[in-house]
T-cell receptor, first 111, second 114 residues
């Protein structure tokens, strides 16, 4: 099983550019999440989804958007990249919100 | 405020030695407590999950304890190996808005030296 797959693994963006971080899971999990991890800090929840068509904001949603058109995919969109969005982004999925499986992360640098 | 504090921030031990990592939390309402291992450049991987009624749970050489009264948890690693070098993250879960919300500690970075 592939589990949770994130692409790309690394990306450098210029200020003001846009990009989409992709996340796909093959475990038929209803719940999916996007977190960011800044150096020396705990993971912070950006957005989450409890099922296809349903999304909600987490702790730090500003500057991001998500969509959940299928159970498998949960892309994260950055519309106008800012240096403060330099971070490592993790996608995760779970069933009934209990056992989480994390992707391997996307390291994003905004310059 | 819902917080998870871990100590120490970093730790260096010799291969074969034991170590204990600490986690204190103020999260309420408490649902469960998890310990994750995060290798450099990878996502967190679950080691243990404990509910309110569980005092201890083991996963191989990893043993987690939970004292829900004092809101403290520890992760004990026995006979450390080089592959144990990683960050260990304590995560407390609370149920709200029809899903679990995870509160992450900032982790303890462990380095095991030969």
């Amino acid at each position: 099983n592939a589990g949770v797959t994130q692409t790309p693994k690394f990306r450098i963006l210029k200020i003001g550019q846009s990009m989409t971080l992709q996340c796909t899971q093959d475990m038929n999990h209803n719940y999916m999440y996007w977190y960011r991890q800044d150096p020396g800090m705990g993971l912070k929840l950006i957005y989450y989804s409890v099922g296809a068509g349903i999304t909600d904001k987490g702790e730090v949603p500003n500057g991001y958007n998500v969509s959940r058109s299928t159970t498998e995919d949960f892309p994260l969109r950055l519309e106008l990249a800012a240096p403060s969005q330099t971070s490592v982004y993790f996608c995760a999925s779970s069933s009934v919100g209990y056992g989480y499986t994390f992707g391997s992360g996307t390291r994003l640098t905004v310059v | 405020k819902n917080q998870v504090e871990q100590s120490p921030q970093s730790l260096i031990i010799l291969e074969g030695k034991n170590c204990t990592l600490q986690c204190n939390y103020t999260v309420s309402p408490f649902s469960n407590l998890r310990w994750y291992k995060q290798d450099t450049g990878r996502g967190p991987v679950s080691l243990t999950i404990m509910t309110f009624s569980e005092n201890t749970k083991s996963n191989g050489r990893y043993t987690a304890t939970l004292d829900a009264d004092t809101k403290q948890s520890s992760l004990h690693i026995t006979a450390s190996q080089l592959s144990d070098s990683a960050s260990y993250i304590c995560v407390v879960s609370r149920w709200m808005d029809s899903s679990y919300k995870l509160i992450f500690g900032s982790g303890t970075r462990l380095l095991v030296r030969p």
